[in-house]
């Protein structure tokens, strides 16, 4: 049951993505470039996404458990540190790059081509590249 | 197109439709980058579930496409670019815990601190980015 809801989350956020623009990637660089051509429509996705979700947060609140059991995400920390903000610098310079974020290139797979397909190779290699460097960086002053 | 504002409007509910419907039902972040970096270097649980989103996340936008057709990525040609910017996303996220959808959509959305920092820095780094590859480098 739980796996059928996550196909059924999934999908809807890819359909979401993709009727709001964002698996296009000139309308993410278009939000980006504040000295160009600007396109705001991600200020949109953003908005719209954020309310609804504002209102599940506090459902959530006002329940014990979710609907399928198990325990809701624990209350989210509050520390900073340079592995968050370092992580956040490379992710937008990529994001800017190819006006790719993580969601939008994977509900493009079947239309995205073979540099879609690279960018998603060139991704999965970063994110195996993660952990050995966070310890790194967690462990020593560099 | 005029309508842009209003597609990306109803696109986004439908994308906190969906992380709402993965919160209250399966009491799970709905977070990108997490739900594959969780498969792609086997650190995470859930793993069904995981592959369950990502297996949703690929075929219906894809079979939706398929029948209405019109679905462009505009995606650079030049394949350094795209190898470069695959390797930052993946890391960039990984070590921040999450993306545009974890710590965007969900941690805005619940006043979360660490969302709202992480959201300024991608936000900056991104705005930053394309200043200086498309207008002074001129590479995207």
Not at chain 1, 21 to 49: E, N, Q, S
Not at chain 1, 59 to 79: C, D, H, N, Q
Not at chain 2, 88 to 108: K, M, P, W, Y
Not at chain 2, 117 to 122: D, K, L, M, R
Request: charged share 10%.
């Amino acid at each position: 049951m739980r796996q059928l809801y996550a196909f059924g989350a999934g999908g809807l956020f890819g359909v979401g993505l993709w009727v709001s623009g964002m698996t296009d990637t000139r309308k993410v660089i278009g939000w980006l470039d504040v000295f160009g051509d600007w396109d705001p429509t991600l200020a949109f996705v953003l908005g719209g996404a954020v309310t609804v979700m504002f209102i599940a947060w506090r459902i959530a609140g006002a329940r014990a458990a979710p609907a399928l059991g198990g325990s809701f995400p624990a209350t989210p920390e509050r520390r900073l540190d340079r592995t968050l903000v370092l992580g956040s610098l490379l992710f937008g310079m990529g994001w800017g790059l190819a006006g790719l974020c993580p969601g939008p290139a994977i509900a493009s797979l079947t239309w995205g081509g073979t540099g879609g397909i690279l960018f998603l190779v060139s991704m999965f290699a970063g994110m195996r590249a993660a952990p050995p460097l966070r310890h790194r960086l967690e462990t020593q002053n560099i | 197109m005029p309508q842009d504002w209003l597609m990306g409007l109803l696109g986004g509910a439908l994308i906190g439709l969906a992380a709402a419907f993965y919160l209250l039902l399966n009491g799970r972040i709905m977070g990108a980058s997490g739900i594959v970096g969780g498969l792609v270097d086997g650190s995470g649980g859930f793993k069904s579930e995981r592959a369950s989103f990502l297996a949703g996340l690929v075929l219906v936008p894809g079979g939706v496409v398929l029948i209405a057709g019109g679905a462009e990525t505009h995606l650079t040609a030049n394949w350094a670019v795209v190898i470069i910017a695959g390797l930052l996303v993946g890391v960039g996220t990984r070590l921040a815990n999450g993306c545009t959808s974890g710590h965007g959509v969900c941690g805005l959305s619940r006043l979360s601190l660490r969302g709202f920092v992480a959201t300024a820095f991608y936000l900056l780094a991104g705005g930053v980015t394309v200043v200086l590859a498309k207008h002074v480098l001129g590479v995207i």
